[in-house]
């Protein structure tokens, strides 16, 4: 018998097929769905890998994948577990310019890529090894199923969004997927007719970790192409969709499709992350019965690590939660932890936590410090040790040496009525060293004056917290993810000479 280490356990896929290779695993498409058992998933799979094999596809290879959300990425997914190969998912909202820095920073040995990328792929230069999805089969003889998956194996480089500079390749192992699943599982539960929608982009860590948790519970997933909020509610209403991981942004678009119809009681969860959940918006849940729970993780926790239990969600509004087993994070300034309700460094450690960065030993330096990773983000713990994210510590503004938190602000604007989105962020000031400017996204068929804002603004803010500048846009820049890029805002601000923009 072989010698396997701790650290080994049977492959999953190979698990969910002996448990029940007839049972539902993925539900594809927004109106015709397509459905796939775990048994068919495990031979497209398998098919797909001697494909990938006889290409020249190898254990560590790294294989860049290029593409939509589709039943064929999804099925990749499952391929190049089988190879032990390495997933390397690209932001296809991406420029060229910015994807062949990636191959080339990663050192991908194969680009693979769909129709609809087959024109950006052609631009690229620095992956040699091509290969369009479609002309790969999933029918076949396959290679032989893989018996044992080795926690500590190296599956997943996903660069992060890059919302603070340039992007960095994140490690994840098949422990921190797996830990990710099992804590996410010990909060939220797991009910047997549970099913699992995918809107994030699956090339997103927040996307990937919904087929890590549908794959190692046995759940089903329900994959969209893309985000549609009508497709969203009729997904939720016809076929029976338990759970949604959603955005700010996108739980707006969908509550404000779906007017005043209730939810049906099935529907038992909106895990909510991306960043400072506005109050709100969250008020807006708790008042239609909306069943949202907040949650905070990133790519380098590969996903959640703190959320809140759903009968807290009430009781704690406006709290990520508590993190999740068996994870463990504290509040740091300069080398201190801070006590209770003090604004500091998110600091993290658990089995979840990414090993590092690829091919950055500088940045992993700085980051991950004595076993802790140093997050970048600020918030404090209330008494019992519920998290309250704040903001971003590269977007904190310091104006006239008062702290200023763009959240705190953003929360204020999209209170108003006329507001749809909101974004702040902070620039030079002679006298006062930076100042806050807020720019905004208008609801449809409304009109909003600069100094109506600043009476809405004088009871519920401090006078240094408010914006010195109003700008109207007609859309704000965000990541795949749906995460507000203030630095892009901040960017475009500074290239157009601080002028605002009219109304």
Not at 24 to 46: I, N
Not at 277 to 302: D, F, H, I, S, W
Request: aromatic content about 8%; hydrophobic content about 40%; charged content about 20%.
């Amino acid at each position: 018998m072989e010698k396997l280490s701790q650290n080994q356990i049977p492959d999953w896929l190979g698990k969910r097929v002996q448990a029940n290779a007839n049972k539902l695993a993925l539900t594809v498409g927004m109106y015709s769905p397509q459905d796939l058992s775990w048994g068919e998933m495990q031979q497209h799979a398998l098919s797909l890998a001697a494909d990938l094999r006889e290409r020249g596809v190898q254990p560590d290879s790294r294989v860049a994948l290029l593409m939509n959300n589709s039943l064929r990425f999804v099925e990749l997914f499952q391929a190049l577990i089988q190879l032990k190969a390495v997933l390397v998912p690209l932001n296809n909202r991406l420029t060229a310019p910015e994807l062949d820095w990636q191959l080339q920073d990663v050192g991908a040995s194969f680009l693979i890529y769909d129709e609809r990328n087959a024109a950006k792929a052609q631009e690229l230069t620095n992956c040699e090894n091509r290969i369009e999805s479609s002309t790969l089969h999933v029918e076949g003889k396959g290679i032989a199923p893989r018996e044992w998956l080795d926690l500590d194996e190296l599956h997943t480089i996903i660069y992060s969004s890059g919302t603070t500079g340039k992007p960095k390749g994140v490690r994840l192992t098949y422990g921190n997927h797996f830990w990710n699943a099992v804590g996410s599982s010990l909060n939220l539960g797991n009910l047997p007719d549970d099913k699992w929608l995918i809107i994030l982009p699956l090339f997103h860590v927040g996307g990937m970790s919904i087929l890590f948790r549908s794959l190692i519970y046995g759940v089903p997933a329900v994959l969209h192409e893309s985000f549609d909020p009508a497709a969203v509610n009729q997904a939720i209403d016809e076929q029976g969709v338990t759970i949604i991981s959603v955005v700010a942004a996108t739980l707006q678009k969908i509550l404000g499709e779906r007017q005043t119809k209730p939810y049906g009681q099935h529907l038992r969860c909106m895990l909510l992350g991306g960043g400072p959940a506005p109050l709100p918006l969250l008020e807006r849940c708790e008042k239609a019965n909306v069943p949202v729970v907040q949650t905070y993780g990133m790519t380098e926790t590969a996903s959640q690590f703190v959320t809140l239990a759903p009968e807290e969600a009430i009781r704690k509004l406006g709290s990520a939660g508590l993190p999740l087993l068996p994870n463990v994070l504290l509040i740091e300034r300069d080398g201190q932890i801070l006590p209770v309700g003090e604004v500091g460094e998110i600091v993290v450690r658990g089995p979840s936590v990414s090993p590092g960065y690829d091919n950055n030993p500088e940045a992993t330096a700085r980051a991950f410090k004595k076993g802790w990773f140093y997050t970048g983000d600020l918030g404090r713990l209330d008494e019992e040790g519920f998290l309250y994210v704040v903001d971003r510590r590269d977007d904190l503004i310091i104006s006239g040496g008062e702290n200023v938190y763009p959240a705190e602000i953003e929360a204020i604007l999209l209170g108003h009525p006329a507001i749809e989105e909101a974004g702040v962020f902070g620039a030079p000031d002679e006298k006062w060293g930076a100042v806050p400017i807020a720019a905004v996204k208008l609801r449809d068929g409304q009109k909003l004056e600069t100094s109506e804002l600043q009476e809405w603004f004088a009871p519920r803010l401090a006078r240094y917290k408010q914006p010195s500048q109003i700008i109207f846009k007609e859309s704000l820049p965000r990541n795949a993810a749906g995460k507000l890029l203030r630095r892009v805002l901040r960017e475009e601000f500074l290239e157009n000479g601080n002028h605002q923009t009219p109304n």
